[in-house]
């Protein structure tokens, strides 16, 4: 490359916010490079640049769930959006630094070109219209204790495919280039250096640097630069609140009428796109309780041969004789499947156990972290080492959702619910059942002000004249969902920004 041409932006990370920057900053005229330390493709030594020193409570996605290359983690997801709730920005005084310095409805506008980004360009998620699209209404849920919603998946979630002949005709992509260093003066970044597998350096001067590398990533590589940060503290702020959604199943419900059940909880389709059912703490009850955010879905699971809907779709790709005799001896539960998808537009699965499980926010407390560790990749840079830890605030939210959702399902004769022995409140060893879902949040938090915060309301570090943040590390505070959408909500709102200066 030629290393004497400037772009108005630098962006580092081609992942859902690098590209989705990459893409709104260029149709504002802007020209941008994009950098990514992985390939075209997933390969084994830039995934091993992952790896991480655990030293809290272990966490089974922290290297595999995030993906070094173009497209980032959205080769790998699933693409389910959801936004975050009007509670969620608030000064909650229960929640441990909880408050964002922006409001939901400063954001909300966002939240559509988000949708709009990935494909999915129906807005509505908790409103009575969108559930009588997949033919649906609230059973009867009491609405100042749950909110009865959907979740929205993308068509194609894999952004290197979806935006990939937009990227090659607009955005100059570097790849198998990773930060090695940061170089600033006078408070603005001058240039970077890149790093390659086979470790051979490049430095590239910069006009405007955007780091968009992931919750982890982003936090690393400013561990590694304390030099960039003024001496009121700020460096010390790095890495702390670390977040993911804490999650677990707690139980199964015994249905009354299975029909029924999944008719109100299973995953419906509409003109093509899946669409979830949730269940999510209303506010009043999360004021009412001084519980956080947390939400329920139902998960209907069979054994692969007895999965009967799949086989359909299956045979309907492509037919085969002992596939169809294979269905025909359940040849009366077709009927149902058929009937469900096409007239009620959700999938039904014959004889499936109804699992029960929680996501939960987590509260931001110091005692989750990340720092940087002693071991050294193969680049000759520090390992992050994770810190991850779980406040009682979780787990009494998990209890208070419990007691809750048995009493809200029986009394609306859903089924008998049975719970773990071990969801009780008293239960010693709560930690060990929660689970992380790749997640990554907190670490370099947004602020109103530099002494309780990394970056500012518009994602540049506090003091650094060109450098922006674009990662789930700015959360304050985690929600019970998704937290994709809420970045691309950022992204758009950070190209706007940076556009209009």
Known sequence: MDTTVHFDYTIIGA?????????????????VMLIESGLPEISEIH????????????????????????GGTTVAWGGQSLPFSPIDFEKRDW??????????????PFYIRANQFMGIHDHGYFCDSSLKKI????????????????????????????????????????????????????GRIKSIDIIN????????????????????????????????????????????????????NIGHI????????????NT??????????????????????????????????TESCNDLFSQLKSLKKKFSVNALLKLSSNINKIPKIIYAYIFKSFIFKSSAKATISLMIEQESTPSS???????????????????WDISDATWKTVIEIASLLKSELEHLNFGKVVYQKSITADYKGWKNLLSDVNHHMGGLKMSSDKTTGVVDQNLKIWGIENLHIASTAVFPTSSHSNPTLTLLALCCRLADHLSNK
């Open 15 to 31: 992942g859902a916010a690098g590209i989705c920057l990459a893409v709104n900053l260029t149709k504002q005229g802007n020209s």
């Open 47 to 70: 995934q091993r640049l992952n790896e991480v020193v655990l030293t809290g409570k272990h966490m089974n996605g922290i290297s595999s769930g995030r993906k070094r290359v173009i």
């Open 95 to 108: 929640v441990e630094n909880s408050g964002w310095p922006i409001s939901y409805k400063e954001i909300s």
């Open 135 to 186: 033919k649906l209404k609230n059973p009867g849920f009491d609405k100042s204790i749950f909110d009865y919603h959907i979740s929205k998946w993308a068509k194609e979630p894999n952004f290197k495919i979806l935006y990939s002949d937009y990227l090659e005709k607009n955005v100059f992509t570097l790849y198998n280039a990773s930060i090695d260093k940061l170089f600033a003066k006078n």
């Open 197 to 248: 597998s086979d470790l051979h350096k490049t430095r590239i001067q910069v006009n405007h640097l955007i780091l968009a590398t992931g919750g982890v990533e982003s936090t690393r590589i400013l561990l590694g630069h304390p030099e960039l940060f003024d001496l009121n503290g700020q460096y010390e702020k790095i890495g702390k609140g670390f977040m993911d959604h804490p999650c677990l």
């Open 254 to 265: 015994e249905p009354y009428n299975d029909f029924r059940l999944q008719r109100y909880f």
């Open 268 to 301: 419906h389709i509409y003109k093509g796109y899946k669409q979830s059912i949730r269940l999510s703490l209303n506010q009043k009850t999360q004021i009412d309780k001084k519980i956080l955010n947390g939400s329920v879905s139902l998960f209907f699971e």
């Open 369 to 387: 972290y990340l720092i940087l560790s002693d071991e050294l990749d193969h680049l000759h840079q520090r390992k992050i080492a994770v810190n």
